[in-house]
């Protein structure tokens, strides 16, 4: 998608080993944000960032953490991945003037 | 219970139909409705967005909110092959600052030629 892209777009891992996952934007959006994705459950809201070095936890937190070192990088980490945590996950961004997210492509992961 | 629910579907319709989709809600908090449109194996893109109650209408697409009822309302006039995807509501309490968007499960819609 424009001005945003997800890294890697596919993943396999082992269980219990730390995963990261990276979205860059050349919008200079202020706000970013990580969601994942399932079946019966829809999207829902990981963390997000409202600027550099400020994030916030969402509705599904517990297990992942989030850096922002720069405008353009918001990273998603897996500390120590497990079952549960295969789905797809989707990068968004957006700004104060603008309604709505623009998502990134996914990323596939699969924790095996 | 989900803040938002949406009929996941899937639903087949023929070429040419009018098609429905719906979602309600329970935070009254909520005053900006999105619907987003993802097409397989692709991440979601905005279709529309409306504020608060009443209708917007682009093209063949029209959205429908109610904020009485707490349900929002997708409607596709002459729906074509292109249109199949799935469909995802959308909503939020604020606009300024980070959105934090409630999404729908999704409505899986499929256009037969």
């Known amino acids: 998608d424009a001005g945003i892209t997800q890294s890697p777009r596919h993943k396999v891992t082992e269980t219990g080993t730390p995963v990261t996952l990276r979205c860059h934007q050349t919008?200079?959006?202020?706000?970013m944000y990580w969601y994942r994705q399932d079946p019966g459950h829809g999207l829902r809201l990981i963390h997000y960032?409202?600027?550099?070095?400020?994030?916030d936890k969402g509705e599904v937190s517990d297990g992942y953490s989030v850096s922002r070192s720069k405008t353009e990088d918001f990273l998603l980490t897996l500390e120590s991945a497990t079952s549960s945590q295969t789905s797809v996950y989707f990068c968004?961004?957006?700004?104060?003037?603008?309604?709505?997210?623009?998502f990134g492509s996914g990323t596939r992961l699969t924790v095996v | 219970q989900k803040e938002v629910e949406q009929d996941p579907g899937p639903l087949s319709v023929p070429e040419g139909a009018i098609v429905s989709l719906n979602c309600t809600y329970s935070?009254?908090?909520?005053?900006?409705f999105m619907w987003y449109r993802q097409y397989s194996r692709k991440g979601p893109e905005l279709l529309m967005y409306?504020?608060?109650?009443g209708n917007k209408e682009d093209g063949r697409f029209t959205a429908q909110v109610d904020k009485s009822s707490k349900y929002i309302s997708l409607f596709i006039r002459d729906s074509q092959p292109s249109d199949s995807a799935t469909y995802l509501c959308?909503?939020?309490?604020?606009?300024?600052?980070?959105?934090?968007?409630?999404f729908g499960q999704g409505t899986r819609l499929t256009i037969n030629p």
């Open positions: 959308a909503m939020s309490a604020g606009f300024q600052g980070a959105q934090k968007l409630v």
């Open positions: 935070n009254s908090a909520f005053q900006y």
């Open positions: 968004a961004i957006n700004s104060d003037t603008n309604y709505g997210y623009t």
């Open positions: 919008e200079n959006h202020r706000y």
């Open positions: 409306t504020y608060s109650s």
């Open positions: 960032s409202y600027g550099v070095k400020d994030t």
